[in-house]
């Protein structure tokens, strides 16, 4: 087996574990995830954003969202 095909089965690996932790996270909610999934979904609690994230009690808030809560 070349290794050719062996980056191409891991990267599709990677790909299908991907697609089920967003399932699972759709189906159960970040509570069950476990915390290496909760690193690898970053978005806003609120707006889904993913820049500017600021983590808080294993949430992320992105700072557009903050400063609307701010005021």
Do not use: H, P, W
């Amino acid at each position: 087996m070349s290794d050719k095909n062996i980056d191409s089965g891991s990267e599709k690996l990677n790909a299908e574990l991907a697609m089920i932790r967003e399932l699972k996270e759709r189906i159960y909610g970040k509570q069950d995830l476990t915390d290496s999934e909760l690193d690898s979904v970053k978005k806003c609690a609120f707006c889904d954003g993913t820049k500017e994230l600021i983590l808080y009690k294993n949430n992320y808030i992105c700072q557009e969202c903050l400063t609307d809560i701010r005021s």
